[in-house]
């Protein structure tokens, strides 16, 4: 048995933890046996795209301690996976003995839809939650997942396992959406500017719902379409839509 | 050039406003440049252009490695040609050397094909100021240069302006009618132009690259403007970047393979000229031909974090890929260089301190750094630099400050949560009916953008922990 610890990430933590219960139920699903570390907070990127090493190191330290007895970590998150899979490594000076267990965890981070295809093995999604009504999505790829880590057909590959689900893809798919973390409040308008770009994209595919794998694009996303007076169209974390919980309100 | 890039921030603003700038910057970021290079991987294969990306980066890596000595090489071999070649260590030197070898011969009118080390010198203003006429004859820059604009694009330099105001333009400085056909208006600068050509006794032209092994520059153009330039005039100069250097021809034509296509998905550009001392003496050409290689904080990037920017052979394809680029235009970033590849070397070139938006100011996207021809990679470059201003103190000490409130709060579980907790709880009491927020602490920019922003969809109200702690306790009772 796969034994995985679940890095919900400090975005799902707060804002929509019933992605961090999806992503639970998939894992476990998937036959693993899931573990959550109690007193997880943050992976450090916040700290390292600011270009605070230090702050980003010491979160690192605290996430490498809590999840080296797992065999894989798994965020349901691209962007908090390339922080430990790619940039955890380079945190640390070559002589730093942290250095070794950062490398050692990075060896073991999987992005969850990668996890679940290429370790897990998913062939069938049999023992969730069927969709009772059809569902056309259109797929954003955010920007770490696909270009740091390769996550591109892994999602589209597990939606297709949903019978309900018909995959609808936009123009310029793999554009970013404008978050960048605290890029989206430092340069608010070009932010703002981009998010109207990817939003108009989203409407013009006529999906219903835009799936993702990420909560900054996810919150940036689905703050503009709101704020376009788009309040139909749902966004929503790819894992949701793999364990069934699409439909909840 | 006197930089700007202080101001990102307003330059950025006031190109968000301008409704025609954004409707020119939508026409090249939709079809345009990018699309092009798609489409010259495919034909090439993309596991093809892959290898040919890594023996470009091999090639400029080889020729920064021992930059002095291919330096010395190519000086050798082109002053054995009877070239003259001149070194500036900035900007401003190379200017005065050029101004210094029009007053030796006598000369009038430059003619110019592009060369960005020209625009960092701020050259056609010092041209215009001791009675030299400088003539842009590129197309773009050659409309820029009407407008008494800068170049908004490292290849595309006037990409940031319609058909509509070209013609505008060409209408009040040629007379006659309004041309609205592109070829017509093209026709119309070639006729404007090749008076120029026959008259200039100067020619200015920039240079792709450098060859050590023969002593000659080599330039890339697609309206064969270059090739006058270099060839028409009784003075040549060509003026350059140091890091320019490569050792070998064969090295120069892998790096065209993938400079083209990588630029404007060409499989060779239109025109490759190269140029090897002056004209021999029962030949037509130019009598004199001197090479200015300029330093200009190049030198000071080597054995940096900042090297493998050296490598950049001046494609593009970071800017044509760049959604920020996209949305603000070049001139926002407020120098020669714009885009990401200007983020770090306008910061280079200028200082950290007059440019502290630039590292700033991109989402880390990676777009750039996975269609670089020679894999620089540029958001570790953005990510270094912003270092760089934390350690000098160029960040608001209340950013500063919130990135270490958050660590030392996440470093600290029971506080974390207890915090996370009641600030969950106090965010979802203030979300309108829809669960949207119209405000958010520290948070203005998120809400209060130009184009009206975004909400913050609320939080749902207990976090992961808490509920997933509740549920195992039930489990265990």
Known sequence: MLRVGLFVTCLVDMMRPRIGFAALRLLEQAGCSVTVPAAQTCCGQPGWNAGHRASAQALAKKLIAEFESCDYVVPPSGSCSGMLRVHYPELFAADDPWRERARTLAARSWELTDFLVNVAGVKNLKNLPENPTRLTATYHDSCSGLRELGVKTQPRTLLALRPGVELREMAECETCCGFGGTFSVKYGDISSALAERKCANIAASGAQAVVLGDLGCMLNIEGRLRKRGDLDTKVLHVAEVLAGEDQLP | MKAQSIHFKSRAAAALDNAVLQDNLRRFSSGGLAQLRSNAVQAYGPAAFEELRDAAQGIRNRALANLDAWIERFEREAVRRGAT??????????????????????????????????????????????????????????????????????????????????????????????????????????????????????????????????????????????????????????????????????????????????????????????????????????RHMYFILVDGGRSAMLGTDLQDMLRCIRCGACQNHCPVYQTVGGHAYGWVYAGPMGSVLTPAFIGLENSPDLPQAATLCAACSVVCPVKIPLPDL????????????????????????????????????????????????????????SWLPFGSGWTKARNGGRFMPAPAGKTFREQYAASKRSKGA
């Open chain 2, 85 to 286: 070649v001149l070194f500036a260590e900035t900007a401003e030197q190379a200017r005065d050397l050029v101004l210094d070898i029009a007053r030796r011969h006598g000369l009038k009118k430059a003619v110019k094909s592009k060369s960005m080390l020209s625009e960092e010198a701020g050259l056609n203003d010092a041209l215009d100021g001791v009675g030299v006429q400088p003539v842009e004859t590129d197309l773009g820059e050659y409309i820029i240069q009407l407008a008494r604009e800068a170049p908004s694009h490292i290849i595309a330099p006037a990409v940031h302006k319609s058909r509509d105001q070209v013609s505008d333009l060409f209408q009040q400085h040629h007379g006659g009618a309004r041309k609205t056909a592109i070829t017509e208006l093209t026709r119309e600068a070639r006729e404007a132009l090749r008076r120029h050509f026959l008259s200039a006794d100067l020619g200015i032209s920039g240079g792709n690259f450098l060859v050590a092994e023969t002593g000659s520059g080599a330039i890339v153009t697609n309206e064969g403007n270059g090739r006058m330039v270099t060839t028409l005039p009784g003075v040549h100069v060509c003026i350059t970047g140091i890091e320019k250097v490569v050792p070998t021809l064969e090295d120069f034509s892998t790096l065209l393979r993938v400079l083209t296509r990588s630029a404007t998905g060409q499989p060779i550009s239109n025109y490759v000229s190269f140029f090897t001392g002056p004209a021999a003496a029962d030949t037509e050409g130019p």
């Open chain 2, 382 to 437: 953005l990510r270094n630099l912003r270092e760089k201003e934390i350690d000098r103190g160029l960040r608001p000490w209340y950013e500063v400050l919130g990135i270490r409130l958050w660590s030392w709060f996440a470093q600290r579980p029971m506080l974390y949560a207890l915090a996370t907790k009641l600030a969950m709880r106090l965010l979802r009491t203030m979300a309108n009916q829809r669960g949207m927020l």
